[in-house]
């Protein structure tokens, strides 16, 4: 969740949303070319790597009148954006006045990007829509279990009036404790990492009677699988909806009440499925997600790659009535559970999260987690270029940072690794998180 600063524009962007959510899809297909050439267009005129770009390849913004000719344009990666960083801010804009944030990590290599204020209210809007259409009421109990750096987001007004205010509840906690907490809150709504989900799911079951009933559950940030996702619907007696969404763009696909496939937001990203060879992958088929937004205008992102997998739907309509495009995610950021040595198994992201919280996270290229046993971690570690860390300091601070934040002793060891490349799976995918232990103790 993000602070909103002016209600009145972020109320005008969720209505008119919510509103958009129900077009035709002639209507949705012409309002995305209009904003797509609108986005071109300005991209061109005051972002200088795209007008560079486009000069490069002879490319006018007039040559981009639809979707279909984003082919013309070059796929955007991660590391362009790391070297190009600032020629990559609007001149518009005013980079000190601009949010700064950054990606979860759950990729093991961090990215900083920049947004405006209406941007982030915008952001907040297209979180709410999806919501909303599940049956997310304006004074629904709200259980959002998350990480602390995001506890207080939620603005003066949210808490004072109560309206669509996240109640959250440490990720970093134990499931028996977060269960306790939550079934105190009484929620109708509980939202959070898939995995975390899940270990709350195995909480309730080991409980037998309890008194969690939310109305439904919103699952997100990690694949779930069938399996999973039966049980945690069956341990709560309610339905379990899963979200699509990156750090860069907020929400960008959900399921609607039908719990099928995805609603692309399509009128505030273009999303895109390529294969290895740059070419559009056909319905059904396997592709990398490559997305376009309608709406970052201080720091546009044009056929960025996000790193995950997809497939565009092969069903022309939904039967809830929405002909918002669909697709199906296939694979995304899937990682291990994590077992410590009490017993404990933690979602593989509060371990994304608390490197997050260490004071020389910025000097991370990427990482790698890998627990050799219960009470081993190895933290691997790829610098950025001119990092002058030191290594010793850096390897104290973290040993009493994950000690402190899960509450381990000091038998339990962690090591740190300085290494000039971290490799890729054998599969072309990065693992962050690699527990040769997991399957020892964790089974639904």
């Known amino acids: 969740m993000v602070k909103i600063t002016n209600y009145f524009r972020a109320a005008y962007y969720l209505v008119s949303m919510l509103r958009r959510a129900r077009w035709k899809k002639d209507k949705l297909v012409k309002y995305q070319n209009k904003m797509l050439r609108n986005m071109v267009r300005y991209a061109y005129e005051n972002v200088p790597f ?26 955007l990666r991660k590391d362009d954006i790391r070297r190009n960083l600032n020629k990559l801010i609007s001149r518009e804009y005013d980079v000190s006045k601009l949010k700064m944030l950054k990606t979860s990590g759950s990729t093991g290599e961090p990215l900083i990007f920049y947004i405006s204020a209406a941007e982030d209210e915008f952001r907040k809007a297209k979180h709410l829509r999806a919501n909303m259409a599940l049956g997310q009421r304006f004074r629904d109990r709200w259980v959002t279990i998350t990480a602390p750096i995001h506890f207080n987001e939620a603005t003066k007004l ?51 009677k309890h008194d969690v009933r939310p109305k439904f559950m919103i699952s997100g940030a990690e694949v779930i699988d069938v399996g999973a996702r039966q049980f945690i619907e069956e341990m709560f007696s309610a339905p379990l909806y899963d979200q699509y969404a990156t750090s860069e763009f907020e929400r960008l696909a959900w399921q609607c009440e039908e719990k099928d496939e995805y609603h692309i937001d399509a009128d505030t990203v273009v999303l895109e499925f390529i294969d290895k060879n740059g070419e559009r992958v056909g319905p059904g088929e396997i592709g990398e997600i490559v997305c376009t937004s309608l709406f970052n205008y201080a720091m546009p992102f044009i056929r960025y790659a996000v790193d995950d997998l997809g497939r565009p739907s092969g069903t022309e309509d939904c039967a809830c009535g929405r002909q918002l495009p669909l697709m199906k995610i296939i694979e995304g950021r899937k990682n291990d559970v994590v077992v410590l040595p009490d017993g404990r198994i933690m979602s593989s992201v509060t371990f994304i999260a608390g490197m997050y919280q260490l004071s020389f996270y910025e000097d991370i290229y990427k990482f790698r987690i890998i627990q050799k046993d219960v009470d081993h971690f190895r933290f691997l570690v790829k610098l950025r270029d001119g990092s002058s860390l030191d290594l010793k300091t850096a390897e104290k601070e973290l040993l009493e940072h994950f000690r402190r934040l899960f509450g381990l002793d000091e038998e339990v060891r962690f090591e740190l690794e300085v290494l000039k490349d971290i490799p890729l799976d054998r599969s072309g995918k990065f693992r962050v998180i690699v527990s040769e232990v997991a399957n020892r103790f964790v089974s639904l």
């Open 158 to 208: 949210q808490r004072i009036f109560g309206f669509y205010t996240p109640l959250p509840v440490s990720v970093f906690d134990d499931p028996a404790v977060q269960f306790s907490h939550i079934e105190k809150l009484k929620p109708s709504i509980i939202d959070g990492y898939a995995s975390s989900l899940l270990l709350l799911a195995r909480e309730a079951e080991k409980r037998g």
């Open 50 to 75: 795209y007008h560079e770009t486009f000069n490069k390849l002879k490319i006018k913004p007039k040559d981009i009148r639809s979707v279909e000719d984003l082919e013309k344009l070059p796929i």
